[in-house]
């Protein structure tokens, strides 16, 4: 709702090397995805606000000591 608040999605972190986030709508088209962990998910597609729903996520990351993440998981969209 552009409050400010919960208005984008992504990962936080420092001492971060290599990045990759993809979000994907549910069949699977991927519909976002960054290589900058300071670039986050805004809820929109191809300019357009995305219907509320259930979005998948893909984080994968290294950091400088060589330590890698991987997560997956649900994002839900609500507006109300």
Same mark, same amino acid.
């Given at each position: 709702?552009e409050?400010?608040l919960n208005d984008?999605? $992504?990962a936080l972190?420092?001492g971060?090397?290599d990045?990759y ?7 699977? /088209?991927?519909? *976002? ?8 998910w805004?809820g929109?597609?191809? $300019?357009q606000k995305v ?13 400088n000591? /060589?330590?890698? *993440? ?6 839900s969209?609500?507006?109300i």
């Amino acid at each position: 709702n552009e409050d400010g608040l919960n208005d984008s999605f $992504g990962a936080l972190g420092y001492g971060v090397k290599d990045y990759y986030m993809g979000v994907f709508n549910k069949w699977g /088209e991927l519909i *976002f995805e960054s290589e900058d962990i300071n670039k986050q998910w805004n809820g929109t597609y191809q $300019g357009q606000k995305v219907l509320p729903g259930t979005y998948i996520y893909s984080i994968s990351a290294s950091g400088n000591y /060589e330590k890698e *993440f991987h997560k997956e998981g649900s994002i839900s969209i609500i507006k109300i």
